[in-house]
């Protein structure tokens, strides 16, 4: 029997199936989350990919803001746990783990058992969460996906001083408008949303090795200016934004075997 892992965001969908000897069958990530086909859809994607129906899932644990709308799951675990199980199994030795999905940051200290130690959150504002990004890459007329690419074509950051979602993008728009190169722009809003972070960051305290996880961490650009905020270096795993969906996954594996 095969274990899965759904983790429904507030942003994407994302899912992980887990074969019999434990190792990962099947990934899939559809972009929307939460409140729409997202969540059924990336399950029937990772079961058509894994090649198996749903007669051969044993086990399914859900993670993620929308965790307790999904019917058929066997369980469900907090985000901050699959995170946890997610990034300590693709890197192991890390400490200390950076979150940022559509609309939340989490950071996390992890013992080296993968197991949550402290973390803190952000409040329920979008500042510097994947939103605040994506409402800026609407502004900038820009996809999401090449913000990375424009801000290390940039000569310097533009000031962006506001961290509201709403002022900064007044700001941007009168940056546009007084001609500011857009690449400086960019550069400007990862340095605001790394300041944000990093503030964050502090106040759980940096121990080595830190990595990313979430959608976000697929900035490379972000994640430069973070690291630069917090004066260390970041690990980032190509499927951090499945890190808890894996963790899920992992959960569903262990459950399956004990029952
Ligand atoms: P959630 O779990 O809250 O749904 P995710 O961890 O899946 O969030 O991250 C979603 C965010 O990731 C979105 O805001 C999106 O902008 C960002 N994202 C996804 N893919 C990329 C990419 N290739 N480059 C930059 N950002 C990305």
């Not at 999905?101 to 197991?115: A, E, P, S, T, Y």
């Not at 340095?191 to 972070?197: C, D, I, L, M, T």
């Not at 959608?215 to 499945?242: F, K, P, R, T, W």
Request: a negative charge.
């Amino acid at each position: 029997m095969f274990a899965v892992g759904i983790d429904i965001g507030s942003t994407a969908s994302k899912a992980v199936v887990l074969a019999e000897d434990g190792a990962v069958a099947a990934k899939a990530i559809v972009p929307i989350g939460t409140g729409t086909v997202g969540p059924a859809r990336v399950f029937s994607q990772v079961l058509e990919k894994a090649g198996i129906t749903r007669e051969d899932v044993g086990w399914i644990t859900a993670t993620g803001y929308g965790r307790f709308s999904f019917e058929g799951i066997n369980d469900q675990k907090s985000e901050l746990s699959c995170h946890a199980k997610g990034i300590s199994h693709l890197l192991p030795g890390t400490r200390t783990i950076v979150d940022i999905g559509g609309q939340d940051i989490k950071v996390m200290r992890i013992n080296d058992k993968g197991l949550l130690m402290n973390f803190v959150m952000n409040d329920k504002c979008a500042a510097g969460t994947g939103r605040f990004l994506d409402t800026m890459a609407k502004v900038l007329d820009v996809d999401v996906t090449n913000l990375s690419e424009l801000s290390f074509r940039a000569d310097e950051a533009a000031e962006i001083s506001s961290t509201c979602t709403v002022f900064a993008e007044s700001e941007v728009i009168s940056k546009l408008a007084a001609n500011v190169k857009l690449e400086n722009i960019v550069a400007g809003i990862h340095k605001s949303v790394a300041r944000r972070v990093a503030s964050l960051v502090q106040r759980v305290g940096v121990q080595l090795q830190v990595a990313m996880s979430g959608g976000v961490a697929l900035n490379q650009g972000l994640v430069h200016s973070l690291e630069e905020e917090i004066d260390c270096q970041i690990q980032v795993h190509e499927d951090c934004q499945l890190a808890g969906a894996l963790g899920a996954a992992l959960y569903a594996y262990g459950s399956m075997q004990s029952a």
